[in-house]
């Protein structure tokens, strides 16, 4: 597609490793976790421009769902102290895999429509300093509810014309009920109207052991893919992908999790 970068890492810390690793690979997608090494970054932006998108791992998970606006004022003067300090990151995102499906029925629908209006305030904030946000950033199957997207949550994209953020994982491979976890973007994609349609990153992909659900097996918390599978087995699941990625012309690109550490 025209728009597609492809995979490239997502970095919980850069150490000389990485570094070494990244000049080697010039990816042209990258999700950072820290908001220094400004000049190696910059240095990378002169050579070959990645799209690095950052996030700030302090900020909670949740928000007040009486005072959405509220949260995201919080949320975006965190983030904007960041940004200040780290212009070589595009696009900032916000809170992490909020979850709107919870152990309470029936309250999702009021979750959606005050987690949309956080995240239309949250871009608006950013863009107000002249920085672009991602949406969402919602957990591997989340939220569970996928006409949420139709009824309610396009509004965030079609208002604000940034891009929509999700996590794919899935275990014991990454094609295990892939219609549902690793390729929902799809799902997703089929339930939004044409305004809305502002492309797709994955910032967070791979196999997680934690993921359980659509008749996965049993959970392992914590486990990665060296728990499920060789490297090479790894790096074919995630050239299969990859080419799925391919096919979708509204995907921005996916960064793999993890390296440097976590």
């Known amino acids: 597609s025209k728009m597609y970068l492809g995979l490239g890492p997502h970095i919980q810390h850069l150490d000389d490793a990485v570094k070494a690793w990244v000049l080697r690979a010039r990816p042209a997608i990258i999700k950072v976790l820290e908001p220094d090494n400004v000049d190696f970054w910059q240095d990378c932006k ?21 005072s959405p606006e509220r949260s995201a004022d919080e949320a975006s003067q965190l983030v904007l102290e960041w940004a200040e300090i780290a212009p070589h990151v595009d696009i900032w995102e916000g809170r992490n895999e909020v979850i709107i499906n919870d152990a309470i029925p029936g309250t999702e629908r009021e979750k959606a429509r005050a987690y949309t209006r956080h995240e239309i305030r949250f871009a608006e904030n950013l863009r107000d300093y002249g920085k672009r946000a991602s949406l969402f950033q919602f957990s591997a199957g989340n939220p569970y509810t996928l006409e949420l997207w139709r009824d309610i949550l396009w509004e965030a994209p079609a208002q604000t014309h940034c891009p929509i953020n999700l996590h794919a994982y899935s275990q014991p491979t990454m094609q295990s009920a892939a219609d549902w976890l690793t390729l929902r973007h799809r799902k997703v994609w089929d339930l939004l109207p044409q305004q809305a349609w502002t492309g797709i990153i994955i910032s967070e992909c791979g196999i997680d052991g934690g993921i359980w659900t659509h008749g996965l097996p049993e959970p392992r918390l914590r486990v990665g893919w060296q728990g499920y599978c060789s490297e090479a087995e790894y790096l074919a699941q995630l050239r299969w992908f990859d080419s799925e990625l391919q096919k979708d012309d509204y995907i921005v690109g996916a960064t793999i999790f993890n390296a440097g550490g976590i």
């Not at 002169?46 to 009486?66: T, V, Y």
């Open 46 to 66: 002169r050579q070959w421009a990645p799209l690095i998108i950052g996030r700030r791992p302090d900020l909670a998970e949740s928000i007040d769902w009486a």
